[in-house]
């Protein structure tokens, strides 16, 4: 959701702006390839793009009006991306790392391997992000300890988990396109509960919540 409480959806032709309350297009913003995540602060946007049959991914920054401030590009597919503090942090998909960037220059920090692709990405308040990997059946939290990377759990058996996002309280909500059911995830990797995504997407308190999960 953006800073003014518009809902953001990215496309294949762009940002697409819609209405919060009856989800009526507002806007496309273009910017010359796919939108593949989108990520939002209280004062700034961030999305990831792709141009078909290119390897690379441009990371660009926009205002709370929409205004471009900021743009680099790695030579790389990508994801999803979050952002962590003064950090950018990607999943690469068949690369099978993940990376974590300089927000303002795009500069390479650090990565850590992954087993198999890992797929989607969401930051936490205590400078960590949690990571799904479809193939592997798992979540994981991942800790930013000064410039490196260090896994903090992993927690298993969650059946094709692929969109996901992180709450106030650190606990995570991971969609299994499969079962379309919601898993939630403890701040400590503990398994805390298993619903159906319909539930979820109905409960009046967590509309925020589930436009991350769509």
Request: net charge negative; charged share 25%.
């Amino acid at each position: 959701m953006a800073p003014n409480g518009d809902i953001l959806v990215g496309s294949e032709q762009g940002l697409r702006i819609l209405n919060p309350i009856t989800t009526d297009n507002l806007n496309l913003l273009e910017f010359g390839g796919r939108v593949f995540s989108v990520d939002c602060t209280d004062t700034h946007i961030f999305l990831g793009v792709q141009v078909m049959k290119k390897i690379r991914t441009t990371v660009i920054t926009l205002d709370a009006q929409y205004n471009e401030t900021n743009r680099w590009t790695i030579k790389r597919n990508s994801v999803d991306l979050a952002d962590i503090g003064d950090k950018i942090c990607m999943t690469h998909g068949m690369y099978e790392k993940i990376s974590q960037y300089n927000i303002a220059s795009g500069e390479l920090i650090a990565e850590i391997k992954c087993d198999s692709p890992s797929d989607s990405v969401s930051g936490c308040l205590d400078n960590s992000f949690v990571v799904t990997n479809e193939d592997k059946n798992t979540v994981e939290k991942i800790d930013i300890v000064d410039d490196s990377l260090q896994r903090r759990w992993v927690l298993e058996g969650i059946i094709k988990p692929f969109s996901m996002t992180v709450d106030s309280q650190g606990v995570t909500w991971a969609r299994s396109n499969r079962y379309d059911q919601i898993t939630r995830i403890s701040k400590h990797g503990e398994l805390k509960g298993i619903e159906q995504s319909f539930n979820i997407m109905n409960e009046p308190s967590l509309t925020n919540l589930s436009n991350s999960l769509v």
